[in-house]
């Protein structure tokens, strides 16, 4: 009796599920056709963009969309203070500053994307679309949150340039001293030629989850070593803030949370999201198993933990 009742609840959950998700899809369908979609470049005229500026760099995705609504994330809880930092960078027009979101907004480029991977993003779009446009300013150009998950989302992974793509932004780093602000178990770069280009690279680790609770402290850290070096930043939506804050102050931050685990699905041509041996991946096992790290050259690099 438990399992028959069990199986009905399941079968009634889903079933509201699709019910609903019918009518988000319905609603949105109207509300596109009385709200113009944003302007986005291109990834490559947004790597383009940057490596010919020298600008920082923010990226929205779908978690800081929901976070800025007001939904949790499951690595991040959404509270009054990390909604209103989030709708304040969206919102700004910053001149060293590109902000970047999904090049989502169209069925062009929906198109280019593999199948499973648009319709999430349908499915979002359908319920959170009012509040990406509520904050995005009319007439701006916006880089694309893409640049540095320019892999598995494609339906063509093999004819879209991406082994070009990857070199050229490593120029982003090419030459220059780098600390990597990140999570204490993304490892951006270890074990792999990721970051070769760089003349140096020291790291900052900062918590796995909830990272936003510890923001101030990281971001004092990371004034402490100055405007010199490079700031690539992999905090999830801290890392979002972060680099709208150190614009600000004139420092050189790019966001380039999964550019790594990108990386990594290339190099091992991947056609699905996969686990990354010794490496955090939210959407491939959110990093269940991932022990302690033993790589000598990656342990040489941290300078703090912010933990």
């Known amino acids: 009796m438990k399992k028959f009742l069990l199986f009905f609840w399941n079968g ?16 949105d369908f109207f509300y596109t056709r009385a709200h113009k979609a944003p302007n986005i470049m291109t990834c490559e005229d947004t790597l383009d963009y940057i490596l010919k500026n020298n600008c920082c760099v923010t990226r929205f995705g779908d978690a800081e969309m929901k976070l800025a609504s007001g939904t949790d994330v499951r690595y991040q809880v959404s509270d009054e203070l990390i909604r209103k930092r989030l709708r304040e960078v969206i919102g700004s027009d910053e001149k060293n500053l590109l902000v970047c979101i999904p090049a989502v907004f169209s069925d062009e480029q929906l198109s280019v994307m593999e199948e499973n991977h648009a319709a999430f993003w349908k499915k979002h779009l359908a319920r959170f679309r009012k509040y990406w446009y509520r904050d995005l300013i009319p007439g701006k150009v916006y880089g694309d949150a893409f640049i540095s998950r320019h892999y598995m989302n494609l339906k063509d992974k093999k004819g879209a340039n991406t082994k070009e793509y990857f070199e050229n932004i490593k120029k982003l780093w090419a030459n220059k001293d780098v600390i990597i602000v990140e999570g204490e178990k993304s490892r951006l770069g270890m074990g792999n030629d990721l970051f070769d280009s760089a003349n140096s690279v020291r790291r900052i680790l900062a918590p796995s989850t909830q990272c936003f609770q510890k923001y101030d402290e990281l971001l004092k850290e990371v004034k402490k070593h100055g405007k010199e070096p490079l700031y690539i930043l992999a905090l999830g939506p801290s890392a979002t803030i972060m680099a709208y804050d150190l614009a600000k102050e004139g420092f050189y931050a790019i966001d380039m949370g999964n550019i790594d685990t990108e990386y990594e699905w290339f190099k091992m041509q991947a056609t699905e999201k996969v686990p990354i041996k010794d490496k955090m991946v939210y959407e491939a096992g959110a990093g269940e198993g991932v022990g302690e790290a033993h790589d000598e050259k990656y342990l040489s690099q941290i300078i703090a933990k912010i933990l």
């Open 12 to 27: 009634f959950f889903l079933l509201k599920q699709k019910i609903a998700d019918i009518f988000y899809l319905i609603k």
